[in-house]
């Protein structure tokens, strides 16, 4: 059973950074996809980024060149670091994971997928993400 804990949430003013963290255990497949959502009080829930096992990478259009999602397979973490955040960015940030893929080939999978909620089958418990102006 894979399981996934954030960290690296909190606080930060306008134009700083902020790194999140996920770390995920119990993943024995090769196959599968990782990302970060976000959701504000009052709004659906938003994917922001999202990678597989390839390295292929996916953003949505408003975090595009600011945000990096990154893993470190040895170390079994997903991280998210936003750069130049804003106060639009304040939500609480979600770790989720197709893993394993509930497709047979993640590969021929296009990343964009994985900006959808509803691809994911395992979530993190979130964590606050504040930007203060």
């Known amino acids: 059973q894979v399981q996934l804990v954030e960290s690296g949430g909190g606080s930060a003013q306008a134009g700083g950074s902020l790194r999140l963290a996920c770390r995920y255990s119990g993943l024995t497949s090769a196959n599968f996809c990782m990302g970060w959502h976000r959701q504000s009080p009052g709004k659906s829930r938003e994917g922001v980024a999202a990678?597989?096992?390839?390295?292929?990478?996916s953003y949505v259009d408003s975090v595009k060149s600011l945000f990096t999602i990154s893993k470190d397979n040895a170390k079994n973490i997903l991280y998210l670091q936003m750069n130049s955040l804003q106060p639009e960015d304040t939500a609480t940030y979600y770790c989720?994971?197709?893993?394993?893929?509930?497709?047979?080939?993640?590969?021929?999978?296009?990343?964009?997928?994985?900006?959808?909620?509803?691809?994911?089958?395992?979530w993190g418990q979130g964590i606050q993400v504040t930007v203060s102006s």
């Open positions: 990678t597989n096992s390839y390295g292929s990478t």
């Open positions: 989720a994971a197709d893993a394993p893929s509930q497709n047979s080939d993640i590969g021929v999978v296009p990343t964009t997928t994985y900006l959808f909620a509803s691809a994911y089958n395992l």
